[in-house]
């Protein structure tokens, strides 16, 4: 079955750095858009990065852009986003997701990895 494990989350102070990964297994990943989410508690859900599935297409939620890169290897069907500057703002549980190209809709979701920075 299709499984996305995210992992690398941790407690960081302001302006620090962390690199969250995402392993995807039980699918062709290059068949696959992939995105990044976030969820601050008492928050919805919202969109962080996404990156198409030749990495040529990138686009970033306003808060993050020029901050927190995303990049895939599809040899390992990792993706990865990379946070730096990190505000207390981006605490939240990081979520990867991936989309079968051509899709509206993400198809899978992985369990979620947790992000606090500290002021």
């Known amino acids: 079955q299709v499984q996305l494990v995210e992992s690398g989350g941790g407690l960081v102070q302001t302006g620090g750095s962390l690199r969250l990964s995402c392993a995807a297994s039980?699918?062709?990943?290059?068949?696959?858009?992939m995105g990044w989410f976030r969820q601050a508690p008492g928050k919805e859900r919202e969109f962080v990065a996404r990156?198409?599935?030749?990495?040529?297409?990138?686009s970033y939620a306003e808060s993050v852009k020029g901050r927190f890169p995303i990049t895939r290897d599809n040899t390992k069907n990792t993706v990865y986003l990379q946070m730096n500057s990190l505000k207390p703002e981006d605490t939240a549980v990081y979520y990867c997701?991936?989309?079968?190209?051509?899709?509206?809709?993400?198809?899978?979701w992985g369990q979620g990895t947790q992000v606090t920075v500290s002021s």
């Open positions: 997701a991936a989309r079968l190209l051509g899709g509206e809709y993400w198809n899978y």
């Open positions: 990156i198409n599935w030749s990495a040529v297409v990138k």
């Open positions: 039980g699918l062709t990943f290059s068949n696959y858009d």
